[in-house]
């Protein structure tokens, strides 16, 4: 019998914020996308005062100051180092694992012979004494079951964390599913959501109990996938290994409006670098390469112009320098001066895994190719153990004045040796 487990990070980074900084704790704080732009995420407290997730951070700034709401702008860097211990902790809890994303992971707990809810409090516990960070657990006979059992633990506080929908009786399961929205059922869009509700189709129970023929013809197959994991039907498998990314994107919004040539080469050289490093981390190659810019759809006042185009390579590779020269040809032909940009891009296409490689019959000379695979390696090994951008191209710029705005950003505490937490003893 199958029997999985959800586990969820509770307002994850404002969690890995209030690790290293204890006065956040009890405070209202609301952490930031790109450019301090919308609430990315939320705390309790600020969510009790109806900050509303995505929501404009101007919009709310009054609001804000009245109730001394904290704003952070996001410091991805340590949320995803925090992500990464989590994500080894909970792989030495479970004989399976499957991470979904960055603070919620699948666990497999079939062939565990103890108490399913005493285990999932003892990764309650071991989450919060080694990291500090609070998560629910859910726990069900299929993937969508334990899915909605994390939602419960976390709106229904009696469950103390952890929800375990498998030892409920029928009848108890279905006075519960009763009371939850169809709309928090995982994958129920809320398109897919005013649809249900058209036939009627308002809780999990009565999705649960819906014609899978009727669902079937109105609905894509995982909608009907969906129906019978609510059945306790298992249909979705536990995906041990991420399979590699089919395209590598990097854009960003920049901090201020962007009109020089040279900039907008330090953005897509960065960019393409920061990309480089996710293709050769999932051992892969790029056949093509994608750069766009862009202007402020936003400011009518400007002239707007938005461009991309794309590069054939003439042999797969992840060499940085040689994606960068690509995406900066392409970007030559795409310029335009006079414009007030306010966004570039760019995307590795066409990816293949580094085996699939197939040499061009006339190519650069072995021992060149040679050197160039031991530099990129070295950057990258420098990169891992000194931090982010401890060596990168020269084209990437130094003051990089196009780079996003973080007002509000928090320390590295754990991916930059010149931002570590410092302890003072009296």
């Known amino acids: 019998m199958n029997i999985f487990a959800l586990v969820d990070g509770n307002n994850f980074y404002v969690s890995c914020e209030r690790v290293f900084n204890p006065a956040l704790i009890n405070r209202p704080v609301v952490v930031l996308s790109n450019n301090d732009g919308c609430a990315v995420a939320r705390s309790e407290e600020a969510k009790a005062l109806g900050i509303k997730m995505g929501v404009p951070w101007f919009q709310v700034k009054s609001l804000a100051k009245r109730h001394d709401v904290i704003a952070l702008s996001s410091n991805y860097a340590l949320y995803a180092d925090m992500s990464n211990r989590m994500m080894t902790l909970l792989g030495q809890l479970a004989p399976h694992q499957e991470i979904y994303s960055i603070d919620e992971c699948f666990l497999g707990f079939d062939g565990l012979n103890t108490d399913l809810t005493r285990h999932g409090q003892i990764i309650r516990q071991r989450i919060k004494h080694w990291l500090g960070l609070p998560v629910c657990v859910g726990i069900g006979p299929t993937k969508t ?35 939850v929205d169809v709309g928090d059922v995982w994958g129920i ?131 940085t320098i040689k994606l960068v020269q690509a995406g900066l040809w392409g970007l030559q032909r795409i310029y335009r001066p006079g414009y007030r940009y306010n966004k570039a891009g760019i995307m590795l296409m066409n990816l293949i895994p580094v085996s699939l490689r197939q040499a061009a019959l006339v190519t650069d000379d072995k021992s060149g190719m040679h050197k160039t695979a031991l530099l990129t390696e070295t950057i990258d090994a420098v990169n891992r153990r000194m931090g982010r951008d401890a060596l990168f191209l020269a084209g990437a710029g130094i003051a990089k004045c196009w780079h996003m705005r973080r007002q509000y950003k928090s320390l590295g505490y754990t991916t930059d040796w010149k931002e570590l937490a410092v302890a003072y003893c009296h």
């Open 145 to 179: 079951l334990a899915k909605l059992a994390n939602h419960i633990a976390k709106k229904q506080p009696h469950w103390n964390g952890v929800c375990d929908l498998g030892v409920l009786s029928g009848p108890v399961l279905d006075r519960l599913l009763a009371v």
């Open 189 to 319: 869009g809320r398109r897919t959501r005013e649809k249900l509700s058209r036939l009627n189709i308002n809780t999990a129970l009565a999705l649960k109990q819906a014609d899978t023929d009727l669902i079937g013809s109105l609905f894509p197959v995982t909608i009907k996938r969906t129906v019978m994991e609510l059945r306790g039907v298992s249909v979705l498998r536990l995906d041990e290994v991420i399979p590699p990314r089919q395209q590598i994107l990097c854009s960003r919004t920049f901090g201020m409006p962007v009109t020089q040539h040279t900039e907008l080469r330090e953005a897509v050289t960065s960019y393409i670098t920061r990309g480089a490093e996710k293709l050769r981390g999932q051992s892969s190659l790029a056949q093509a390469v994608h750069v766009y810019i862009r202007t402020n759809p936003h400011r009518k006042k400007d002239a707007q112009y938005h461009q991309g185009i794309t590069i054939a390579l003439t042999e797969p590779t992840s060499d």
